[in-house]
């Protein structure tokens, strides 16, 4: 079968290639790209994208509290549960979604703009393990002023096709005070990144294929050249397994990822489950 994106380069980043990180017992995290203790000048960043960590971790641990600058930072939960609490709020009991303490579950994504600075810390108050995606994108600039978001995903809505999680805050770099509180996202009902970057995930039945509109259509600035990574978490045992764009070496499974280069905004990029049983699949679409 012949490519319907000839022109698309696709790159594997096999998931037993990656860094991999313990500590304490309490974390276990794969690195995709440079982080912590794992270095590798060929794996800083793709375009906006900075950091996708999959991390475990054990019951009643967590990330103290710790500061964050000058990145936008989200947490994609796979399972289990996380609890968010920040430095711009007083202690208190769980709240609801939005910018209060959030007890973060299956679906949900919780995202930070560290800007100027702020502190939080995740931790699993629950008796289980929490397997979540941790994902670090560049702003489009530093000095921004601090915020958070929760929102939740419908898991319904992502057995259908992918679903936009994140887009570029509509007002732009030169938002105004106002623009920024107000917070509107490019694609309603998304969370809106300070960067031109769209992230969409899926739940792929076997023998079903989904397609990524790439740059989510017009709405992103960089139209030409864009930088697409495709990652397939660990959530169903070695299981789950997908083609893209109809290639043969082009398949990834649990825990692998792709790089997909030389693509256009409103290119369709086709992911196809091969697998044994659904495929959960994230999608990272930056300048």
Do not use: C
């Not at 509109?213 to 397939?232: C, D, F, L, P, Q």
């Not at 978490?233 to 397994?241: A, E, H």
């Amino acid at each position: 079968m012949s490519s319907p994106l000839a022109h698309a380069k696709i790159v594997l980043r096999k998931s037993s290639e990656r860094g991999y990180a313990e500590h304490g017992g309490w974390l276990k995290s794969f690195h995709t790209f440079s982080f912590a203790g794992y270095w590798d000048h060929k794996f800083m960043n793709f375009g906006s994208l900075r950091v996708l960590n999959e991390d475990r971790v054990s019951a009643r641990n967590g990330f103290p509290t710790h500061p964050h600058r000058d990145a936008e930072i989200f947490s994609y939960i796979l399972n289990g549960e996380l609890t968010h609490r920040d430095s711009m709020l007083k202690n208190g009991s769980e709240g609801e979604q939005g910018k209060s303490f959030y007890r973060m579950k299956r679906g949900d994504v919780q995202f930070t703009t560290g800007g100027t600075g702020i502190a939080h810390s995740e931790f699993n108050e629950s008796t289980k393990p929490v397997h979540f995606l941790q994902i670090w994108a560049l702003p489009w600039k530093n000095g921004l002023k601090p915020q958070y978001h929760t929102m939740s995903f419908s898991e319904e809505a992502k057995r259908k096709a992918f679903v936009p999680i994140l887009s570029p805050l509509a007002a732009g770099p030169e938002a105004t005070p106002a623009q920024e509180a107000s917070a509107e996202p490019k694609i309603s009902g998304t969370i809106p990144i300070h960067a031109d970057f769209v992230m969409g995930a899926g739940i792929i039945e076997p023998a079903s294929t989904f397609k990524w509109t790439v740059g989510a259509g017009e709405i992103v600035e960089s139209k030409k050249k864009r930088n697409v990574y495709i990652h397939v978490p660990m959530t169903k045992q070695g299981k789950s397994k997908v083609k893209i764009d109809g290639r043969e070496d082009a398949i990834l499974e649990e825990g692998d990822g792709a790089f997909v280069t030389l693509v256009n905004a409103g290119d369709a990029l086709r992911v196809e489950s091969i697998g044994e049983v659904e495929a959960e699949v994230i999608v990272l679409d930056s300048n």
